[in-house]
């Protein structure tokens, strides 16, 4: 069985609601990161970056919601999360959850982790004024450039979405208006829809 770490409230319920669309038999683990239990000797025997998702398999650990979700959509191919058997679109499918991983989700964390680019209150204050603006200029790419529609990638929903729907939560948080991304607005409501995305946030109330 796949044994999965996430917290409530992070980036991990990206891959919790793709396990959940692909059926996987999985152990949910939660760990909480206001005690400290992703810098825990047991927890970094798993995941050195203490941090989540960590995915552990019968083959080893991965970590990062790119490769995780990858991962799942071709290890159960018939739930049809990715499109396999296309190698360009399936690599366009990655460019928006790295676009998600390596910007989106950096320019959100700097309100709230400024310790780990500056040392001085000052810079986390600095930090914490734009994220605002970043936050607004990544959607806005995302809405008028990468969101194909109604889904992600185009007609077929993929391991895209569950990405950009977590992140899309976090808006409100970082002082940005959804309503003000239409596309976006309307993908977040229907992702709150899906069974699949409702099992995956009662299992983490539990």
Request: hydrophobic fraction near 40%; glycine fraction near 8%; include cysteine.
């Amino acid at each position: 069985m796949l044994k999965f770490f996430y917290s409530p409230g992070s980036c991990a319920l990206a891959s919790q609601i793709a396990l959940e669309d692909a059926g996987a038999d999985y152990e949910l683990i939660r760990l909480d990161f206001k005690a400290g239990e992703q810098r825990g000797v047991d927890y970094l025997a798993v995941n050195p970056k203490g941090r989540v998702p960590a995915l552990v398999t019968g083959r080893g650990i991965l970590t990062e919601n790119p490769a995780i979700l990858a991962f799942i959509a071709q290890s159960f191919p018939e739930a049809e999360l990715a499109p396999l058997d296309d190698a360009f679109a399936f690599g366009e499918l990655q460019a928006f959850n790295s676009y998600l991983c390596s910007t989106v989700h950096v320019a959100h964390a700097h309100g709230r982790r400024g310790s780990r680019w500056a040392t001085q209150q000052s810079s986390f204050e600095d930090m914490q004024q734009k994220v605002p603006e970043n936050m607004a200029a990544c959607f806005g790419l995302i809405e008028q450039s990468m969101f194909k529609g109604p889904w992600v990638m185009g007609d077929k929903y993929t391991v895209a979405d569950p990405y950009l729907f977590t992140i899309a939560r976090w808006l409100e948080g970082d002082g940005v208006d959804v309503k003000e991304y239409p596309k976006v607005s309307d993908h977040l409501n229907r992702m709150t829809q899906l069974e699949s995305v409702q099992r995956a946030l009662s299992r983490q109330s539990q």
